[in-house]
């Protein structure tokens, strides 16, 4: 089994479920712009069979194939955002735990 195949399948199921909504809205995007799979996948930059895949969700897919297509359909202003620090409330609350108690 190949490292992408094991990493796959060792995935949550929140993860694949992300990626199966994510690469559906993508191809939701693009038939709503009349674009073909053949037109499409030379706009983002790879084969029809890999288009595909990434419309299906497939997570061995490359992360860069996904985000090409957010930015085709306009939403990479999000991409950049997904993992800000500043709104990590989990790790906000690890360092606030912390934080010695009892102190004024």
Do not use: F
């Not at 060792?10 to 037109?39: C, F, N, Y």
């Not at 930059?45 to 969700?57: D, K, N, Y």
């Not at 500043?86 to 108690?101: F, G, H, T, V, W």
Request: glycine share 6%.
């Amino acid at each position: 089994m190949s490292k992408a195949a094991n990493t796959a399948s060792a995935s949550p199921k929140q993860v694949h479920l992300a990626l199966e909504t994510l690469g559906a809205d993508l191809r939701i995007a693009r038939l709503r712009r009349g674009e073909s799979l053949r037109s499409w996948a030379v706009r983002v930059g790879v084969s029809v069979p890999t288009l595909q895949r990434m419309e299906a969700g497939d997570p061995s897919v490359g992360v860069s194939v996904y985000v090409m297509a957010l930015w085709l359909v306009g939403k990479i202003q999000h991409v950049a955002n997904l993992a800000d620090p500043a709104s990590d409330e989990q790790a906000l609350a690890i360092e606030l735990a912390k934080l010695p108690k009892g102190r004024s």
